[in-house]
């Protein structure tokens, strides 16, 4: 099994539709990332977590809200799901404070809102 | 707040042909810096780190990087090009201070012509 899996691998949905995208992890790390990808764009942080409960907005929350169910699982959730939030999403994780591995991705959702 | 800047959206090479992709990073403290790869349809894998020490850090697959402070760069190379190498790559650095979290750049496409 993966070390970080993404749950669905691929949706598509409506516009309007609210749509909830599932991580979990088996590396035992304290901090959780969600990530759009989008072509040109690089990696955008969309929320964080350090622990189960310390959730953080990163750079383009809006429209979308997290839930750390514990420290191996960390949802994004799209309230109203709206064309110009289909792109690629990646949840990542890592060590505490201190770390200097990098992160662990899994191998991304890629969503498409119609 | 750093920022990365890969210069070079898009890099085609010949097979056996030297490979270099440039990252730039502005940083008020040392910096912790990555290079990520991402191949067609799969999240992002490490493929080596600075943190502290040796300035020519070896990766996986061949390729190496050399941090240069006066320069502020990160650049990634492999002598050879093999047609395996094609894929998007990823320069990130890690901020100082209490949140460690990675910042990206926008990403290099990597083509590799027989």
């Known amino acids: 099994d993966a070390d970080v899996t993404q749950t669905p691998r691929n949706r598509i949905t409506k516009t309007g539709k609210r749509i909830m995208l599932e991580c979990s992890q088996t590396k035992g790390h304290d901090r959780m990332y969600w990530y759009r990808q989008d072509p040109g764009l690089g990696l955008r942080l969309i929320y964080y977590?350090?622990?189960?409960?310390?959730?953080n907005k990163g750079e383009i929350s809006d429209g979308y809200s997290v839930s750390r169910q514990a420290q191996a699982k960390f949802s994004l959730s799209l309230e109203s799901a709206i064309p110009n939030q289909t792109a690629l999403y990646f949840c990542?994780?890592?060590?505490?404070?201190?770390?200097?591995?990098?992160?662990?991705f899994g191998s991304g959702t890629r969503l498409t809102v119609v | 707040a750093q920022s990365v800047t890969q210069l070079g959206s898009h890099v085609s090479v010949s097979e056996g042909a030297l490979v270099l992709l440039r990252c730039n990073y502005s940083?008020?403290?040392?910096?912790?810096l990555f290079w990520y790869v991402q191949y067609p349809n799969q999240g992002l894998q490490l493929l080596l780190k600075y943190t502290t020490g040796a300035t020519l850090v070896k990766g996986i697959n061949g390729f190496e990087a050399e941090f240069k402070k006066s320069e502020t760069s990160f650049h990634l190379t492999k002598p050879s090009a093999h047609m395996s190498d094609a894929a998007e790559y990823f320069c990130?650095?890690?901020?100082?201070?209490?949140?460690?979290?990675?910042?990206f750049g926008k990403g290099t496409l990597l083509t590799v012509n027989p």
């Open positions: 940083s008020s403290v040392p910096p912790y």
């Open positions: 990542a994780t890592s060590e505490g404070v201190g770390w200097h591995d990098g992160y662990t």
């Open positions: 990130a650095v890690r901020e100082a201070g209490s949140n460690y979290k990675l910042t």
């Open positions: 977590s350090f622990d189960v409960k310390d959730i």
